[in-house]
């Protein structure tokens, strides 16, 4: 099973991104997808999480701002980010808990992606 990211970059302040998260591999059951951030120097903080098919839950930082959503069909999670500011800069990674055909349930990082917030 591997998780990939797509969609960060650079954005001014007040601009959107969106994210992608697809899983890909051998998935029989995706639990939950979530998406964390990590700054510079700093710890790995949760961002938003999307349980089951309608479930979504926010950090505090980003409530009204970042909206998360599924397609279950691509196995896929998306995280739209607005009105961001330089405070959103960091490493965005995608979070899953899948259970794989064989049997296995695991938890699964992507490889992260940069989002950089500047004028």
């Known amino acids: 099973v591997q998780l990939v990211e797509s969609g960060g970059g650079l954005v001014q302040p007040g601009g959107s991104l969106n994210l992608s998260c697809v899983a890909s591999?051998?998935?029989?059951?995706?639990?939950?997808m979530a998406w964390y951030r990590q700054a510079s120097g700093s710890q790995r903080d949760f961002v938003a999480l999307?349980?089951?098919?309608?479930?979504?839950n926010y950090a505090d930082s980003v409530k009204g701002r970042f909206t998360i959503s599924r397609d279950h069909e691509r196995n896929a999670a998306y995280l739209q980010m607005n009105n961001l500011t330089p405070a959103d800069t960091s490493v965005y990674y995608c979070?899953?808990?899948?259970?794989?055909?064989?049997?296995?349930?695991?938890?699964?990082w992507g490889q992260g992606i940069q989002v950089t917030v500047s004028s």
């Open positions: 979070y899953a808990d899948i259970l794989a055909g064989d049997g296995s349930r695991d938890r699964f």
């Open positions: 591999g051998n998935i029989e059951r995706i639990y939950f």
């Open positions: 999307f349980l089951g098919s309608s479930t979504a």
